[in-house]
């Protein structure tokens, strides 16, 4: 057992600012040792997500008190017993959702969410259904099988993937999350080819990163989509060819073959659709509360030809695409750094929660 500092979410819902109401306490917390098949990490850095976000909202219910944190990246310090692939000493990616590799979903490659880790996430445990959390003798569940706003973590080997030591630890983070989610469904689903057009809809850290992922490729004509026109400038700064508010792309008639959605609002996912050209695909992303709906024209779909497709994770298999996605990194050609709004004390991870809900930051970093 050891005790580690983690920023604990002890209920749902609070009031904003955040910086005021302070539903987030950095505590001091018990850390079992890693299980089998687990892996103990001191976390290096962890990036700011809607998805931690969305469990203070209560916009996905979790159990409380929850360490959050779910895009992390460390140097694993101890490995459990039946632990093979990973040793001590090596940089690690968190990804936040373990890959059984057994059951049916992860037999689609990527293309359905691993059951018994859905499961796991759902009921804040580790992959096997254990807890390594505590504190004063009471239950701290963990976030996405990942905790990762902590000193340490113990994660289940599923929920980790060794990288390079050339790897930088807040590039290592942004690969977990916001770069295996936008890049993913880049990469996986909307698949361009050298002539298409990739628009983006939704421009935080998710949504940047797809537009990186799509600027990596031959050949592609970028469109980025956000309501706010700092997105839209910092999009074009990380070299979209385009940029519109929702309303500007739909008065203009924008259409494009491959458009990601990765707003999690169902307004923008309306605006993907719109955007999205006979023939093309809408690809969604973003996690909406789970009561949002849309409208939508059956006709549409069948006399244009289109697809409406979710994909969670970016559909990525991390084992498979996170070297993907380092390749690409040190050719240069996706310099995922660029995301990074700025670095952030665990202390100020309230303050930082009001940043994210405001829109006002692509992607915060915490670094311990
Ligand atoms: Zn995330
Ligand atoms: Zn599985």
Same mark, same amino acid.
């Given at each position: 057992?050891?005790?580690?500092r983690?920023?604990?979410?002890?209920?749902?819902?609070a009031?904003r600012?955040?910086?005021?109401s302070?539903?987030?306490?950095?505590?001091?917390?018990?850390?079992?040792?890693?299980?089998a098949?687990?892996l103990?990490v001191r976390?290096?850095?962890?990036?700011?997500?809607?998805s931690?976000?969305?469990?203070?909202?209560?916009n996905?219910?979790?159990?409380?008190?929850?360490?959050?944190?779910h895009?992390? @990246?460390g140097?694993?310090?101890a490995?459990?017993?039946?632990?093979?692939?990973?040793?001590?000493?090596?940089?690690?990616?968190?990804?936040?959702?373990?890959?059984?590799?057994?059951?049916?979903?992860?037999?689609?490659?990527g293309?359905?969410?691993?059951?018994?880790?859905?499961?796991?996430?759902?009921?804040?445990t580790?992959?096997d259904?254990?807890?390594?959390?505590?504190?004063a003798?009471?239950?701290?569940?963990?976030?996405? *099988?990942?905790?990762?706003?902590a000193?340490?973590?113990?994660?289940?080997? @599923?929920?980790a993937?060794?990288?390079?030591?050339?790897?930088?630890?807040?590039?290592?983070?942004?690969?977990?999350?916001?770069?295996?989610?936008g890049?993913?469904?880049?990469?996986n689903?909307?698949?361009?080819?050298p002539?298409?057009?990739?628009?983006?809809? *939704?421009?935080?850290?998710v949504?940047?990163?797809?537009?990186?992922t799509a600027? @990596?490729?031959?050949?592609?004509?970028?469109?980025?989509?956000?309501?706010?026109?700092?997105?839209?400038s910092a999009?074009?700064?990380?070299?979209?060819?385009?940029?519109?508010?929702?309303q500007?792309?739909?008065?203009?008639?924008?259409?494009?073959?491959?458009?990601?959605?990765?707003?999690?609002?169902?307004?923008?996912?309306?605006?993907?659709?719109?955007?999205?050209?006979?023939?093309?695909r809408?690809?969604?992303?973003?996690?909406?509360?789970?009561?949002?709906?849309?409208?939508?024209?059956?006709?549409?779909?069948?006399?244009?030809?289109?697809?409406?497709?979710?994909?969670?994770?970016g559909?990525?298999?991390?084992?498979?695409?996170?070297?993907?996605?380092?390749?690409?990194?040190?050719? *240069?050609?996706?310099?995922?750094?660029?995301?990074?709004?700025?670095?952030?004390?665990?202390?100020?991870?309230?303050?930082?929660?009001?940043?994210?809900?405001?829109?006002?930051?692509?992607?915060q970093?915490?670094?311990?």
């Amino acid at each position: 057992m050891i005790t580690i500092r983690g920023a604990v979410l002890e209920r749902i819902g609070a009031s904003r600012p955040y910086s005021a109401s302070r539903p987030l306490a950095v505590t001091e917390v018990e850390l079992a040792p890693p299980g089998a098949g687990e892996l103990l990490v001191r976390v290096e850095a962890a990036g700011v997500c809607h998805s931690d976000l969305s469990v203070v909202d209560g916009n996905r219910v979790r159990p409380v008190p929850m360490l959050l944190g779910h895009e992390a @990246a460390g140097i694993v310090e101890a490995v459990g017993a039946d632990v093979t692939g990973v040793r001590p000493g090596q940089r690690v990616v968190l990804t936040f959702l373990p890959r059984c590799g057994n059951c049916p979903a992860c037999a689609t490659d990527g293309m359905a969410p691993c059951q018994p880790g859905s499961a796991a996430n759902g009921a804040g445990t580790l992959l096997d259904g254990g807890i390594r959390l505590h504190r004063a003798g009471q239950t701290v569940y963990h976030h996405l *099988g990942v905790s990762g706003f902590a000193t340490h973590a113990v994660v289940s080997a @599923a929920s980790a993937v060794p990288v390079p030591d050339d790897v930088p630890p807040t590039v290592a983070a942004l690969l977990g999350c916001a770069v295996l989610t936008g890049g993913g469904a880049v990469l996986n689903v909307g698949r361009p080819a050298p002539g298409d057009t990739v628009a983006v809809v *939704g421009l935080g850290g998710v949504g940047m990163a797809a537009v990186l992922t799509a600027l @990596a490729h031959d050949e592609v004509r970028v469109i980025a989509i956000d309501r706010l026109a700092d997105k839209l400038s910092a999009a074009t700064a990380l070299g979209a060819h385009a940029t519109y508010t929702p309303q500007q792309a739909v008065d203009e008639g924008v259409r494009a073959p491959v458009v990601i959605e990765a707003a999690g609002h169902p307004a923008a996912l309306q605006t993907a659709i719109d955007v999205t050209a006979p023939g093309g695909r809408t690809i969604t992303v973003g996690l909406p509360p789970p009561d949002a709906r849309i409208s939508l024209s059956p006709l549409a779909l069948v006399a244009e030809g289109r697809s409406l497709i979710g994909s969670y994770l970016g559909s990525a298999v991390p084992a498979r695409d996170i070297p993907r996605f380092v390749e690409l990194w040190r050719s *240069g050609r996706l310099p995922v750094e660029r995301l990074v709004s700025s670095t952030v004390p665990l202390e100020q991870i309230n303050e930082a929660m009001d940043q994210l809900a405001d829109g006002t930051a692509v992607r915060q970093i915490i670094t311990f």
